[in-house]
């Protein structure tokens, strides 16, 4: 096997991994380094997270055992798979998506079975209910804003899934906010769905590693069976109660990436490329006339980072490139137009 892998090299414009292109708010930060320094560090962090699970729980306005927060989504993700994926069981995705659904489950000892999108990379729901009937999968992984391409599944494709499984279908949402709805919606305790969020884009805590998930209270006891006793530090724990009080300021900074999404989007389609439609903070493009790894090391050589996804399966000359700052879109589209040129 092969790791996970995204190339980190000093440049001046960074738009490669998704990340938030600003900090918190300085308010924020204020808050953090002082409620930091009264933490007893002889001490273990509360080992249920409480205080954690009740912020995450009052902004969904679910009850606080619905809530299962991990270092980062990644980690949700594995402790999902470690419970109910694992040798002699299946795990379905739709590719292209994001790579660690796979790479987690194969790692658990699960047989992966890669459902194909459409060429527009949707999914047809035909083909993924005659997927489902033959494979009967235990996990089945929808992503949606999906990575990378940035597709939005319809609530149709959601219905449809749990309506022809009996396994879990888990909703990836780690750019949820970009999105025009969320699978949020269909949360209950009687419907094997959870919905996997993270704090690492639109609340600008990418280094802090926390993410969570959503879904039935007899799911989320499962999980803590299989988690390690211990795992959240109590600094991130703070992190995490502080920023779910940023709320508005989140709110902003979505409204703005999302302005600059289409401004980039729009800048795009003036040059010779295609792009496909995005319902996140980053959008997919290939290039017309020059290969994808041409551009993207032309971009490099001046100094721009992006995201080179063309050389993974189903993904030829494509490239995808994350909603930065006014300035950094400027300068990415500028640069773009010199290497094309």
Same mark, same amino acid.
């Given at each position: 096997?092969?790791?996970? $892998? &995204? =190339?980190? %090299?000093?440049?001046?414009?960074?738009? @490669?991994?998704?990340?938030?292109? #600003?900090?918190?708010?300085?308010?924020?930060?204020?808050?953090?380094?002082?409620?930091?320094?009264?933490?007893?560090?002889?001490?273990?962090?509360?080992?249920?997270?409480?205080?954690?699970?009740?912020?995450?729980?009052?902004?969904?306005?679910?009850?606080?055992?619905?809530?299962?927060?991990?270092?980062?989504?990644?980690?949700?993700?594995?402790?999902?798979?470690?419970?109910?994926?694992?040798?002699?069981?299946?795990?379905?995705?739709?590719?292209?998506?994001?790579?660690?659904?796979?790479?987690?489950?194969?790692?658990?000892?699960?047989?992966?079975?890669?459902?194909?999108?459409?060429?527009?990379?949707?999914?047809?729901?035909?083909?993924?209910?005659?997927?489902?009937?033959? $494979? &009967? =999968?235990? %996990?089945?992984?929808?992503?949606?804003? @999906?990575?990378?391409?940035?597709? #939005?599944?319809?609530?149709?494709?959601?219905?449809?899934?749990?309506?022809?499984?009996?396994?879990?279908?888990?909703?990836?949402?780690?750019?949820?906010?970009?999105?025009?709805?969320?699978?949020?919606?269909?949360?209950?305790?009687?419907?094997?769905?959870?919905?996997?969020?993270?704090?690492?884009?639109?609340?600008?805590?990418?280094?802090?590693?926390?993410?969570?998930?959503?879904?039935?209270?007899?799911?989320?006891?499962?999980?803590?069976?299989?988690?390690?006793?211990?795992?959240?530090?109590?600094?991130?724990?703070?992190?995490?109660?502080?920023?779910?009080?940023?709320?508005?300021?989140?709110?902003?900074?979505?409204?703005?990436?999302?302005?600059?999404?289409?401004?980039?989007?729009?800048?795009?389609?003036?040059?010779?490329?295609?792009?496909?439609?995005?319902?996140?903070?980053?959008?997919?493009?290939?290039?017309?006339?020059?290969?994808?790894?041409?551009?993207?090391?032309?971009?490099?050589?001046?100094?721009?980072?992006?995201?080179?996804?063309?050389?993974?399966?189903?993904?030829?000359?494509?490239?995808?490139?994350?909603?930065?700052?006014?300035?950094?879109?400027?300068?990415?589209?500028?640069?773009?137009?010199?290497?094309?040129?």
């Amino acid at each position: 096997m092969e790791g996970y $892998h &995204s =190339p980190q %090299v000093d440049v001046d414009i960074r738009l @490669n991994t998704n990340e938030a292109p #600003v900090g918190p708010p300085e308010a924020f930060v204020a808050d953090y380094l002082e409620a930091v320094s009264k933490i007893s560090w002889n001490r273990y962090p509360d080992r249920s997270a409480r205080d954690l699970r009740k912020s995450i729980a009052a902004l969904h306005g679910v009850s606080p055992d619905m809530v299962f927060p991990a270092n980062g989504s990644n980690e949700v993700l594995q402790t999902l798979l470690l419970t109910f994926a694992g040798p002699g069981r299946k795990v379905l995705t739709f590719e292209p998506t994001y790579q660690l659904h796979g790479h987690i489950a194969r790692i658990s000892g699960a047989e992966v079975v890669e459902g194909e999108r459409r060429p527009d990379f949707s999914i047809d729901e035909g083909v993924m209910q005659s997927l489902l009937k033959a $494979h &009967s =999968p235990h %996990v089945t992984f929808l992503c949606s804003p @999906n990575n990378p391409t940035g597709t #939005v599944d319809s609530r149709s494709i959601v219905h449809a899934a749990l309506g022809s499984t009996g396994g879990i279908v888990a909703v990836d949402e780690a750019y949820g906010q970009f999105a025009p709805w969320s699978a949020l919606d269909f949360i209950d305790e009687d419907t094997p769905l959870v919905v996997v969020r993270t704090f690492s884009k639109t609340w600008s805590m990418a280094a802090a590693r926390l993410g969570y998930l959503v879904g039935p209270r007899w799911l989320v006891a499962e999980l803590e069976k299989v988690v390690l006793p211990y795992h959240l530090d109590t600094a991130k724990q703070i992190a995490g109660v502080l920023a779910v009080r940023y709320r508005a300021e989140m709110d902003a900074r979505v409204a703005e990436l999302l302005s600059e999404r289409t401004r980039l989007a729009d800048g795009l389609r003036r040059l010779d490329v295609d792009v496909f439609d995005s319902g996140a903070n980053f959008i997919l493009f290939r290039p017309r006339t020059k290969s994808g790894r041409e551009v993207w090391q032309g971009l490099l050589d001046k100094r721009v980072l992006i995201r080179d996804c063309s050389s993974w399966p189903r993904l030829d000359n494509c490239l995808r490139v994350t909603i930065g700052t006014r300035q950094e879109n400027d300068i990415f589209l500028e640069r773009l137009t010199e290497v094309l040129s």
